[in-house]
């Protein structure tokens, strides 16, 4: 059983070793608790014998240990009121208008990533979960186009077309008028068969410059298929923090990162924000994952922070509490 000014003691180890990232003494604690150094040290030996702190080989102070850092998060930490500036930043993202949904949330998690100097991950629906809903283009020019393709799951891509000849606007209009009758409704990664198969021999028949404009098509469906499901923000961040500071332990996270099934698996099933602790996130032993599931209407993914085992729980948790609450508003 662990005793009030334990507790009391452990938050503030925790809280100043998150800061400073320095190991804790007894004699730095003994104003703030009023109470004498040889209390202070046996108190610590106590909490190491619980397995909350434990010794480094550098220094006589103690750190949180895994176990430590979730006895905090379950029983001491208090979630931190976000700061003005925080919610005015994020409130710019949500309340512009002109930001689909996924791009909101990608912006919103790069303020995050700003703010709190760690990594963010967003896992949305993979491609081929998405139904063409049409497709819009913008002429530039007699040889470039700007291609719009949105799904029924309010992703975007904007795909920049060369083509090799200059085409008449007329036929540019007239082949995204065919492609959106015939093919709206497909899912995104059977797009490509039925313009092939469907949408090649009517073009053929009705358009002059056919062959150009289906390539340039075909292409920029092709390239919305390869696209990832997810999207890392700051992986640098994570490099920055001093328990990164070797070349094995860089090499391992970065390819780490690199890894689209290891990253996949950041996903959360739960509706909460949930924080998983070195050996819990099955990701890397030295790093903390905080993260929730959101669903807005037929879209739905995962938001995540990744960083270092001693990162501001009480800020992170509620940063993300409030962009899920504004994705899902």
């Known amino acids: ?4 000014r334990q507790k009391e003691l452990l938050k503030i180890i925790v809280e100043d070793y998150i800061k400073s990232v320095k190991p804790i003494g007894s004699n730095a604690l003994c104003e703030r608790l009023n109470v004498s150094s040889a ?3 046996s108190e610590m030996n106590t909490l190491e014998k619980l397995g909350f ?14 176990a430590g850092y979730r006895y905090y998060v379950d029983n001491i930490m208090v979630p931190k009121e976000l700061s003005g500036d925080d919610v005015l930043k994020l409130q710019t993202i949500f309340n512009n208008n002109s930001l689909v949904l996924t791009d909101a949330i990608s912006k919103s998690m790069e303020i995050i990533t700003e703010l709190t100097n760690y990594t963010s991950v967003v896992l949305g629906n993979n491609s ?12 530039i020019n007699a040889n470039n186009i700007v291609a719009l393709v949105v799904t029924d799951k309010g992703h975007v891509q904007h795909k920049n077309i060369y083509l090799e000849e200059e085409v008449n ?4 209009r007239q082949i995204v008028d065919l492609i959106n009758k015939m093919i709206v409704g497909t899912p995104i990664d059977e797009v490509s068969i039925k313009l092939e198969y469907e949408v090649k021999p009517v073009i053929a028949k009705v358009i002059k410059q056919h062959e150009v404009l289906y390539n340039a098509f075909y292409n920029a469906f092709s390239d919305f298929n390869k696209e990832p499901s997810h999207k890392t923000i700051g992986t640098k961040n994570i490099l920055m923090q001093p328990e990164f500071n070797d070349a094995d332990k860089i090499r391992n996270i970065i390819s780490k990162f690199e890894d689209n099934e290891i990253v996949d698996s950041i996903k959360e099933e739960g509706d909460e924000v949930k924080i998983y602790i070195g050996s ?16 807005a209407g037929n879209q739905e993914g995962t938001i995540a922070l990744v960083g270092p085992k001693r990162m501001e729980y009480d800020r992170v948790i509620t940063l993300l509490e409030y962009i899920k609450r504004n994705i899902e508003r």
């Not at 702190?53 to 895994?66: M, Q």
């Open 1 to 4: 059983m662990i005793t009030d």
């Open 39 to 41: 209390t202070i040290r």
């Open 53 to 66: 702190l434990e010794k480094t080989h550098t220094s006589s102070g103690r750190v949180p240990s895994e």
């Open 128 to 139: 081929s979960n998405n139904i063409l809903n049409r497709i819009e283009v913008v002429p």
């Open 169 to 172: 606007q007329d036929e540019i």
């Open 280 to 295: 819990e996130t099955n990701f890397d032993e030295d790093v903390t994952i905080i993260k929730t599931k959101y669903k």
